[in-house]
Nanobody, 121 residues
Framework: QVQLVESGGGLVQAGGSLRLSCTAS????????VGWYRQAPGKQRELVAS???????NSAEPVKGRFIILRDNAKNTVDLQMNSLKPEDTAVYYC???????????????WGQGTQVTVSS
């Protein structure tokens, strides 16, 4: 069973920075992509940023230019560097990794337990 462990959450003032780290129990190169999602109270979980096994990145519009996703294959980690944080970034942040398992594109997802990020105004 794959385990994803997040770290680095906390409380920060608006305009500040935090770096989240996701460590996988197996090689991250075995996944098609690894990413970060977030879920604010009363809202649906949403994709924040992801990075594929060949290094292509994707970021949600609200975080473009502020958040950077990075991977370190040697350490089996995917980090999310969050800069210029805003109160609306407050949420539980989850690490996700997935592997396409069928030719139709069905995927098997793995999730971390989540880490709280709170941005005060």
């Amino acid at each position: 069973q794959v385990q994803l462990v997040e770290s680095g959450g906390g409380l920060v003032q608006a305009g500040g920075s935090l770096r989240l780290s996701c460590t996988a129990s197996k090689s991250i190169s075995s996944f098609d992509a690894v990413g970060w999602y977030r879920q604010a109270p009363g809202k649906q979980r949403e994709l924040v940023a992801s990075i594929t096994d060949d290094g292509r990145t994707n970021s949600a519009e609200p975080v473009k230019g502020r958040f950077i996703i990075l991977r370190d294959n040697a350490k089996n980690t995917v980090d999310l560097q969050m800069n210029s944080l805003k109160p609306e970034d407050t949420a539980v942040y989850y690490c996700n990794a997935f592997k396409i398992v069928t030719v139709e594109g069905a995927r098997r997802d793995f999730w971390g337990q989540g880490t709280q990020v709170t941005v005060s105004s």
